[in-house]
């Protein structure tokens, strides 16, 4: 039987952006519905790693980290092509980040956001949405869900962005990704993450090991050309020292998008955030710190746009604006320094790992002060004209 239900803000999608979301704004009293496809959470495939300062943006307090913590990280190496290695070091005995469990990660979230008062349905799949005068009707697997905002937080495939036409046909640019857990892996250093880019390893993208707990690790790769499992297949054999012994326990893919926000995120009575939205750093494929600022911003103006009874499209644009501020500057970056380098060749990346010192990778990676990066560059005229002239347009 189809069951009615009537809430304040409907969120399709329980990841990271959906669950910050019902947090905060279950915090003021709203009644705050979570609907989620899959029977558990953090069923997609992720390389788990965050950086340090996620865990204030998503106001979870330190001490909680060792319920999701697999591996504190201080380090990053960053591999050229052949095979020159940039180190990237957090500050002395300051941690860089965690490769976390996301599932129990996840989970705290939701108990973040269940003692506000929000609830959670899983395997609630969003089907329908049908405009009604305040708000919409929403059809999910049991229930027909009065909404007075709808949150489209449902990730890279988002059946909100497409039903409702934000999303434009080829708009969205996405990486098709993949990952082993592997266990019994040989690592010189378990305290850092280990990047891999070149034509030959991952054509327009990278591989990567992210060390877990005991002697396990994620070890992914995205490519923009070619079939990844063929190039993830082929890493592993390349590097017998490290996977000589080892084992495969599990393989997901997924896809992330990368090719920055979409043009409309919101509508009257309607908000994306997090993937949805295109809110991913594109040159490292990292979205989960840019997610949860998302629907963590959202809610902020959404409680406004609550209490001042004004849920049009003009109210909720000022969640674009503010997320544009910080958040949405980095990714314009970050996604210029990807098409940069996704046009360089293996010998030019060679150079470039020559030239740039840790932190203008981390800069780059990030879309931090890119500026300052490019201008480093036009002092060299191999670069001056491909790399810095882009970078600083
Ligand atoms: C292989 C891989 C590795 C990655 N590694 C990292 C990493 O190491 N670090 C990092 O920061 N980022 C990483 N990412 C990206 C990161 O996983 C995402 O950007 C981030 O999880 C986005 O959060 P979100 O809440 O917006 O969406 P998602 O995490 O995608 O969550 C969306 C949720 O919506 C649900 N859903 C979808 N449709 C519906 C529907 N119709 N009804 C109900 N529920 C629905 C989904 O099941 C899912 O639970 C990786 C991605 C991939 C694919």
């Not at 269940?114 to 999910?140: Q, S, Y």
């Not at 495939?157 to 040989?186: C, D, H, W």
């Not at 690592?187 to 390893?201: I, M, P, Q, T």
């Not at 030239?355 to 060299?380: C, E, Q």
């Amino acid at each position: 039987m189809t069951k009615s239900i009537s809430v304040d803000a409907l969120v399709v999608g329980a990841g990271p952006a959906g669950l910050m979301f019902a947090r905060k704004f279950s915090s003021k009293g709203y009644r705050v519905l979570v609907v989620e496809k899959e029977n558990r959470l953090s069923e997609k495939a992720c390389g788990e790693g965050i950086s340090a300062r996620v865990l204030m943006t998503a106001e979870i307090p330190i001490k909680e980290k060792e319920r999701f913590v697999s591996r504190e990280i201080k380090r990053a190496y960053v591999y050229s092509p052949s095979g020159l290695r940039i180190t990237l070091n957090g500050s002395e005995e300051e941690t860089l980040g965690y490769i976390i469990n996301k599932k129990e990660f996840l989970e705290v979230m939701a108990e973040y956001a269940t003692m506000e008062g929000a609830d959670i349905m899983m395997m609630e799949p969003a089907k329908d949405f049908e405009r009604i005068d305040d708000g919409f009707n929403v059809k999910t697997k049991n229930c027909w869900i009065k909404t007075r905002l709808l949150v489209g937080a449902d990730g890279y495939l988002s059946t909100v962005a497409r039903k409702l036409g934000f999303e434009r046909p080829r708009e969205r640019k996405i990486i098709p990704s993949i990952q082993y857990v592997m266990v019994n892996v040989e690592l010189d250093d378990w305290e850092a993450l280990e990047f891999y880019v070149g034509k030959s390893v991952a054509p327009y993208g990278y591989a990567w090991i992210f060390p877990k707990d005991g002697k396990k690790a994620n070890v992914g790769i995205g490519v923009q050309q070619g079939a990844p499992l063929y190039y993830l297949n082929k890493f592993i054999k390349d590097h017998p020292e490290k996977f000589g012994n080892a084992t495969k326990v599990e393989f997901r893919g997924a896809a992330v998008t990368i090719g920055g926000m979409l043009k409309k995120i919101v509508a009257d009575n309607v908000m994306l955030i997090g993937e949805a939205a295109g809110q991913v750093i594109p040159l490292t494929g990292g979205g989960i710190h840019s997610s949860i600022a998302g629907g963590s911003i959202a809610a902020d103006i959404a409680i406004e746009a609550f209490e001042e009874n004004d849920l049009s499209a003009v109210k909720l644009k000022k969640y674009v604006e503010e997320y544009n501020r910080h958040w949405g500057k980095r990714i314009r970056d970050s996604k210029k320094a990807l098409e940069v380098i996704d046009k360089l060749s293996d010998e030019e990346l060679d150079k470039l790992a020559e030239i740039l010192d840790p932190k203008d990778v981390l800069d780059l990676a990030n879309g931090l002060n890119i500026t300052r990066v490019a201008a480093k560059l036009m002092k060299y005229p191999v670069f001056s004209i491909k790399i810095a002239s882009k970078l600083l347009s």
